[in-house]
């Protein structure tokens, strides 16, 4: 049975304000509903390793919903962190941190690593996806084109794949296109697929 059909008797409650991940979903055939807006303060403890930075908060996230699941529910939490050596790049404060964290990246090889939890009222699933981006070189006057155009300040590394700069600066990547667009979509289905089945 294809994943459409399996969730027609149940709800998928995307909990994400991402206009992105919401796009990845309906291209990808899997229905869903947006889930309504709540707090929940994006924390992490010290010396977590940076890898699993966005599994922690993506089960975070998922705790911090505050409604009880329905018994055909499903919530799905994620996100997407760049992590540059040891370091957690995060999305910018403003404009000076957006363009410091994109000089950190020109002529850099990085590492997108996005954390997505499935919860539903009888179990929870979390698994995690990687994908190594190569930035040639960019000179300033690049850097500041992108960031005053495109403003990235709601993107992790300050930069999203679809726009300007992954066409002009990125010359390959080694993993799903998606997860740096913010969501493994692939690894999705396939979780998803087995979330669903291994309760049966």
């Not at 993506?58 to 409604?67: D, F, G, I, T, V």
Request: charged content about 25%; glycine content about 8%; hydrophobic content about 40%.
């Amino acid at each position: 049975m294809l994943l459409h059909e399996m969730l027609r008797d149940r709800r998928l409650l995307l909990a994400s304000q991402s206009p992105r991940r919401r796009e990845l979903l309906a291209a990808s055939g899997i229905p869903y509903e947006p889930a309504p807006k709540y707090p929940c303060e994006e924390v992490y403890p010290a010396g977590t390793p940076a890898r699993e930075v966005p599994l922690y908060l993506s089960r975070l996230k998922s705790e911090a919903y505050p409604a009880a699941l329905g018994p055909r529910d499903i919530l799905l939490t994620a996100d997407t962190v760049v992590v540059l050596g040891d370091c957690v790049l995060g999305k910018p404060a403003g404009r000076d941190e957006a363009l410091a964290m994109l000089r950190s990246l020109s002529g850099a090889r990085h590492t997108v690593v996005s954390g997505v939890t499935l919860r539903s009222a009888e179990r929870t699933a979390t698994f995690g996806a990687t994908t190594d981006v190569w930035f040639r070189p960019l000179t300033e006057e690049e850097l500041v084109y992108y960031t005053d155009t495109f403003r990235p300040y709601d993107k992790a590394g300050a930069y999203g794949i679809q726009e300007w700069i992954g066409h002009a600066a990125i010359e390959r990547i080694d993993g799903s296109f998606y997860n740096v667009m913010g969501l493994p979509v692939q690894r999705l289905y396939v979780e998803l697929t087995r979330f669903l089945t291994s309760g049966k």
